[in-house]
């Protein structure tokens, strides 16, 4: 019975181990897998003449607000995401998330009313 005792805190020790070895190995994988997204981006830029494109037209920067804002407004209350001092579960910090993803979605949006073919958005 002792060494059912000792065999099982060996191997509760070699598991715990096993799972911190595990999580940096898959750290490891997620920014090689970035950084490999980014030098293959950098490496397909062509280095050719710049040709100028065309002045997007003014309305194209206030649509892309306004999508942005109506497509974080419904993440935000798909997600239940409390973001207002009166409910339940708020935190300040929610407010950082909220503004990261309006960060994210005015470029893509902005990208996308001025080229919106899906083949250019690769």
Do not use: C
Not at 10 to 35: E, H, P, R
């Amino acid at each position: 019975m002792a060494a059912a005792d000792v065999a099982g805190v060996a191997l509760s020790g070699s598991g715990a181990a096993l799972v911190a070895v595990l999580g940096k190995f898959m750290l490891a994988v997620v920014l090689g897998a970035i950084a490999l997204g980014f030098f293959l981006r950098l490496a397909g830029r062509r280095r050719g003449h710049v040709v100028n494109s065309p002045r997007m037209p003014a309305w194209v920067r206030a649509v892309s607000v306004g999508l942005a804002a109506v497509e974080v407004a419904l993440l935000v209350e798909a997600t239940n995401l409390p973001v207002r001092f009166d409910q339940a579960g708020f935190e300040p910090w929610h407010w950082i998330l909220v503004l990261v993803a309006l960060a994210v979605a005015y470029p893509l949006n902005r990208k996308r009313s001025t080229n919106p073919s899906l083949e250019d958005m690769n």
